[in-house]
């Protein structure tokens, strides 16, 4: 059970370059979503999906975009790439809406913007 | 606003006392809340939970308290070992207008725990 896997896991990019970061779970798990963790911050919530065909924005959507085209992959894009947007991703998944559904996180994605 | 936070920074502890760790929030109206371990290079993992019915909930060796009157929450490690060295976090899950969690974590700026052989 490979659980949610993130690729890459590190990526460094030019200003104003474009790339998708990948996440896949195997879990069949309905709610998937992306975060940003920076130095000495929590992680922050940038888009959530709940199932196949369902987006939604979170916290720090700008500069994002993100599509669900299956149950399984949830691939965060960035459309022209900042140097604000140089941080940690991690992708998460989670089984159901049900309250108590534990949230199981990818290894992180390591991006810098140059 | 809304916000979960933290009251220390850093923690450190010799091994084999017991550890605990704080959390502040904000929002009474929140669901459940989450323990999360993060080790370097890798994302959170989970520790416990509790729901915003309960006061206290016991793992193995983890403890999380509920204080909804001030609204505080702590975790608690008991005979800490060096392998629980990590960043420790809070996270407050947020229900939506219909009441049903979407797994909107708010996440605190996270504890390092430092344990000492």
């Known amino acids: 059970n490979a659980g949610v896997t993130q690729t890459p896991k590190f990526q460094v990019l030019k200003t104003g370059q474009s790339m998708t970061l990948q996440c896949a779970q195997d879990m069949n798990h309905e709610y998937m979503s992306w975060y940003r963790q920076d130095p000495g911050m929590g992680l922050r919530l940038i888009h959530y999906s709940v199932g196949a065909g369902i987006t939604d924005q979170g916290e720090v959507p700008n500069g994002y975009n993100v599509s669900r085209s299956t149950t399984e992959d949830f691939p965060l894009r960035l459309l022209s790439a900042a140097p604000s947007q140089t941080s940690v991703y991690f992708c998460?998944?989670?089984?159901?809406?049900?309250?108590?559904?534990?949230?199981?996180f990818g290894e992180g994605s390591w991006l810098t913007v140059v | 606003g809304e916000s979960v936070g933290l009251h220390l920074p850093t923690l450190s502890v010799q091994e084999g006392d017991n550890s605990i760790i704080n959390c502040a929030y904000s929002?009474?109206?929140?669901?459940?809340f989450i323990w999360y371990k993060q080790e370097s290079g890798k994302g959170p993992q989970f520790i416990i939970d509790?729901?915003?019915?309960?006061d206290k909930r016991q793992g193995q060796r983890v403890t999380v308290l509920l204080n909804k009157t001030v609204k505080h929450l702590s975790l608690q490690i008991a005979a800490t070992q060096p392998g629980d060295s990590a960043v420790y976090f809070c996270?407050?899950?947020?229900?939506?207008?219909?009441?049903?969690?979407?797994?909107?974590?708010?996440f605190g700026q996270g504890t390092i725990l430092t344990v000492h052989p």
């Open positions: 996270a407050e899950n947020l229900l939506n207008a219909g009441g049903t969690s979407y797994g909107k974590l708010t």
């Open positions: 929002n009474s109206a929140s669901d459940y």
């Open positions: 998460a998944s989670r089984r159901s809406l049900l309250q108590g559904n534990t949230i199981y």
């Open positions: 509790i729901r915003s019915n309960m």
